[in-house]
C-alpha cells in the first residue's frame, strides 16, 4: 500500500474541515433552528444534563462558567470536570464555542468517570486540549492515561508498543500547518469555535475552522471507542472557562 505524503493528508484535512467549518451555523437555545442531525447538550439556562462541583460551575451569561480562586475552599488540589450525563458518545462530531481567562482546559470525549475526588469528579480519555497560553490549544491529550498524542500541527497514527503497552509508538505522518500560525486564528479571552469529529479510530480537532491535529488510534491498548462527555477545569492559577452553543451530531 501507498502511503499518502504529508502535502496530500494536509490537503485532505482541510478540505474535510472546511466542509465542516461550512455548515456551523444553526444552533440552539436562543431558538434557531439546529442543523438536522445535530441535538443542542445545554439550555442555555442552568446545568441541567451536567453533573459536577456546584462551587465550581455555574451558568452565567447563557455560557456553563468554571470558576476557581486562590481561596483555600477552591484553589484546586486536582483537575476537575463538569460530567455530560445525557449519555455515552462514540462516533460523533461536537460543535461548541470557548472562551477562557487563564488557565487551561479541555473537552474529554469518549472518557471515563475514573472516581470522585475532594472538588468533584475525576475524568480520563481523550481529551480536546485548550489553554489561555500559546502552546497547546488543539491538541490531542489523553487525561489520566497516555498523555500528549499529537502536537498541534500534527497528523498522527498510535500504535502499541509490545515493549511498554501503556506508551503507545506515534508516528508522524505529515503536518497540518505551522503551530504557530494555527495560534494566530485563536482569539485571545475571546469566543472560539471548536469542532471535535470522532469517527471510528479516527479523531480530529478543528479550531475557527483550522485543523490542529489529526490521529488514527489503532492502539489496541489504549484507543477507546465509546465514553462519557466532560468539561475540565485544570489546577493552576484562578481561572475562568466558558462554554455554549454545545451540539451534537451521531455519526452513523
Do not use: C
Not at 54 to 59: A, C, N, T
Not at 89 to 110: A, M, P, T
Not at 129 to 137: C, H, N, R, V
Not at 188 to 201: F, K, L, P, Q, R
Amino acid at each position: 500500500m501507498q502511503l499518502a505524503t504529508p502535502k496530500k493528508i494536509t490537503l485532505a484535512l482541510a478540505v474535510i474541515a472546511s466542509f465542516i467549518f461550512l455548515f456551523s451555523a444553526q444552533a440552539d437555545h436562543h431558538g434557531k433552528k439546529l442543523e438536522p442531525g445535530f441535538k443542542s447538550l445545554f439550555n442555555g439556562k442552568d446545568l441541567t444534563g451536567w453533573t459536577g462541583n456546584p462551587e465550581l460551575w455555574s451558568v452565567e451569561d447563557g455560557a456553563i462558567t468554571g470558576r476557581t480562586g486562590e481561596a483555600p475552599h477552591n484553589k484546586l488540589t486536582h483537575n476537575t470536570f463538569l460530567v455530560y450525563t445525557g449519555g455515552s458518545v462514540d462516533d460523533f462530531e461536537l460543535r461548541l464555542k470557548y472562551r477562557i481567562e487563564k488557565g487551561n482546559s479541555g473537552i474529554q470525549y469518549r472518557s471515563k468517570v475514573l472516581g470522585e475526588g475532594e472538588f468533584g469528579p475525576i475524568v480520563g480519555g481523550y481529551q480536546a486540549d485548550f489553554e489561555a497560553g500559546t502552546k497547546y490549544s488543539g491538541i490531542l491529550y489523553e487525561e489520566k492515561g497516555r498523555a500528549i498524542l499529537a502536537l498541534r500541527g500534527q497528523a498522527t497514527k498510535l500504535v502499541t508498543n509490545p515493549e511498554n503497552p501503556k506508551k503507545p509508538i506515534v508516528q508522524v505522518l505529515g503536518s497540518l500547518g505551522d503551530t504557530e500560525d494555527i495560534q494566530g486564528v485563536i482569539k485571545s479571552e475571546d469566543w472560539n469555535d471548536y469542532t471535535i469529529v470522532a469517527n471510528g479510530n479516527q479523531l480530529t480537532h478543528i479550531i475557527n475552522g483550522r485543523v490542529t491535529v489529526s490521529v488514527v488510534d489503532e492502539d489496541q491498548s489504549g484507543s477507546a471507542k465509546s465514553g462519557v462527555l466532560a468539561l475540565q477545569i485544570h489546577v493552576g492559577p484562578a481561572m475562568v472557562v466558558q462554554f455554549k452553543d454545545i451540539q451534537l451530531r451521531e455519526i452513523k
